[in-house]
Each structure stands twice: as C-alpha cells, then as structure tokens.
C-alpha cells in the first residue's frame, strides 16, 4: 500500500489560530470544508510540510491527538516564503511515524499576518506503518512533460508524455520531481491504484530544479509508489498557485516485470 498526498490551501490574511481548507480531494472523505477522514490502512503521517509569505505558525490537529495532549507542529517549514527552498527542504518528517485514529476527522490549525491575502499551504503524507521498499533493479530516471493548464488552487491532473518510448513491461516508480512555473505539490495517479502519493513541487523553471538538496529524494521518496506499464503511464496531478500552462516530472522508475 502506497501513500496519499493531501493538501490544505487558503489564500487570506491576519488570522490566528484556524483551519485551512481541505483542497477538494476526489479519494479522501471531506467531513467538513476543512476537516476530512483518515482513511483506514493510511493512518500514519510519514511527512508534513507547510508554507506561505505570512505564515507564523501550523501543526495538526485530530481527537486522538487531543486525548494524547499532543499538539505536533510543522517545524521545519517554509515559514516567510510559498515556495519550497531547494537547499534547505524544511520538511517535517517525525523519527517515526505519527499514528493517527482511523476514521477520524483531521485538520490543520494556522496563523498567518499580513495585510493583503497570500497562499498559505499544507501538505500532509499519510501512509501505513512502513512504506513498500523499492524494487530490485536499476532505478531508471525518465522526463515526462504536459502542456496542461492548470486551474490555481485545486489538483489538476495532467497527461504526461515520456520523452523516451518505455521498453515493454511493468514498472514501479519509486520517486519523482514535479516543476511548474507555481507548482506547490504534486501527486501520482495508476490505473486502478485508489490512493495517490506525491511531494512538494518544485515552483520554477527546469534548470532551477537541478540544484535541489538530494535529502528531497533520499528522505520523502525512494519507496514504491504504485506500478504501471509502459503503455499506461501514471497521469499526475499538480496543485499550482498559478494558471500554469507547462509541467515537467522527472520519474525515478525501475522494471519489475
């Protein structure tokens, strides 16, 4: 079983202590506009990671976590700055992973200044206890691209192209680098795999994601994600801050079958 990338987005100024909006999910079971379930089997945070211009402060909140007195905020974060910093990737990943309740509702508690709205943004990775490894083989990079443009605020899947013909056969991907012009995150979708894994994204240009700290990949990625076969390539979603209308992933693949 893979993981699920679910995200929470406003764009707003000078509130404390609030829920950021659930980004509308078509898997995840929204409870409320800013609370959705936990789905069972994917009760384990692996990751969360939270960003905006005006951003103070972030951490989830769940009845479970409340019995436990337990208030686990988003430190490393993008705290003064939307984009992911390719050196740093100020990303929270606990020791182990942080055990939710199944089926029950989660949030995220902001507070954010300013004086005119900006994005501030949530993500959140949830999984089983550990993570399927990756397969046996040589792990194969291939560039895919999509002329998609997308729509700011929501997940919009795009239809990638692979720069290269895939040898026939199955596949797994095991890690991926999402860039778009304002992309904030992005995530996989397999044909007949129900939950969709993905990362932070990389907001930019191609060359300017070359420079990323390889901790992006060694620490949130490098797992199975799902499998494919090369005729059926997974379609990704982005969730952009901008109508971007260009989207490049560089997937990180090995032959299974």
Same mark, same amino acid.
């Given at each position: 079983?893979?993981?699920?990338?679910?995200?929470?987005?406003?764009?707003?100024?000078?509130?404390?202590?609030?829920?950021?909006?659930?980004?509308?999910?078509?898997?995840?079971?929204?409870?409320?506009?800013?609370?959705?379930?936990?789905?069972?089997?994917?009760?384990?945070?692996?990751?969360?990671?939270?960003?905006?211009?005006?951003?103070?402060?972030?951490?989830?909140?769940?009845?479970?976590?409340?019995?436990?007195?337990?208030?686990?905020?988003?430190?490393?974060?993008?705290?003064?700055?939307?984009?992911?910093?390719?050196?740093?990737?100020?990303?929270?990943?606990?020791?182990?992973?942080?055990?939710?309740?199944?089926?029950?509702?989660?949030?995220?508690?902001?507070?954010?200044?300013?004086?005119? =709205?900006?994005?501030?943004?949530?993500?959140?990775?949830?999984?089983?206890?550990?993570?399927?490894?990756?397969?046996?083989?040589?792990?194969?990079? &291939?560039?895919?691209?999509?002329?998609?443009?997308?729509?700011?605020?929501?997940?919009?899947?795009?239809?990638?192209?692979?720069?290269?013909?895939?040898? &026939?056969?199955?596949?797994?991907?095991?890690? @991926?680098?999402?860039?778009?012009?304002?992309?904030?995150?992005?995530?996989?979708? %397999?044909?007949?795999?129900?939950?969709?894994?993905?990362? !932070?994204?990389?907001?930019?240009?191609? !060359?300017?994601?070359?420079?990323?700290?390889?901790?992006?990949?060694?620490?949130?990625? @490098?797992?199975?994600?799902?499998?494919?076969?090369?005729?059926?390539?997974?379609? %990704?979603? @982005?969730?952009?801050?901008?109508?971007?209308?260009?989207?490049?992933?560089? =997937?990180?693949?090995?032959?299974?079958?």
């Amino acid at each position: 079983m893979a993981t699920h990338l679910a995200a929470y987005l406003v764009s707003d100024y000078g509130k404390t202590e609030v829920e950021l909006p659930v980004v509308k999910d078509d898997v995840l079971t929204q409870t409320a506009p800013t609370r959705f379930m936990v789905p069972v089997g994917l009760n384990n945070v692996h990751w969360a990671y939270a960003a905006g211009v005006n951003l103070t402060e972030a951490y989830l909140k769940s009845p479970s976590l409340e019995v436990r007195r337990h208030k686990p905020r988003i430190i490393p974060g993008s705290y003064g700055a939307l984009n992911l910093d390719l050196n740093k990737i100020p990303v929270w990943k606990p020791i182990r992973p942080l055990t939710l309740s199944e089926t029950e509702e989660l949030s995220v508690i902001a507070s954010y200044g300013g004086a005119a =709205a900006a994005y501030n943004l949530a993500l959140v990775a949830l999984g089983p206890p550990a993570l399927p490894p990756v397969p046996a083989g040589e792990i194969r990079m &291939v560039k895919l691209t999509s002329n998609t443009t997308l729509t700011a605020g929501v997940w919009t899947t795009c239809i990638m192209t692979p720069e290269v013909a895939l040898e &026939v056969g199955t596949y797994a991907l095991v890690g @991926f680098i999402p860039i778009s012009a304002g992309a904030l995150a992005a995530r996989a979708i %397999f044909t007949g795999q129900y939950w969709r894994p993905g990362v !932070p994204a990389i907001a930019g240009s191609d !060359p300017g994601a070359r420079v990323i700290n390889d901790k992006y990949l060694k620490e949130l990625q @490098f797992y199975e994600m799902g499998r494919f076969t090369h005729n059926s390539p997974p379609m %990704f979603q @982005f969730l952009s801050s901008s109508a971007d209308t260009s989207e490049i992933v560089y =997937a990180y693949i090995v032959k299974v079958a």
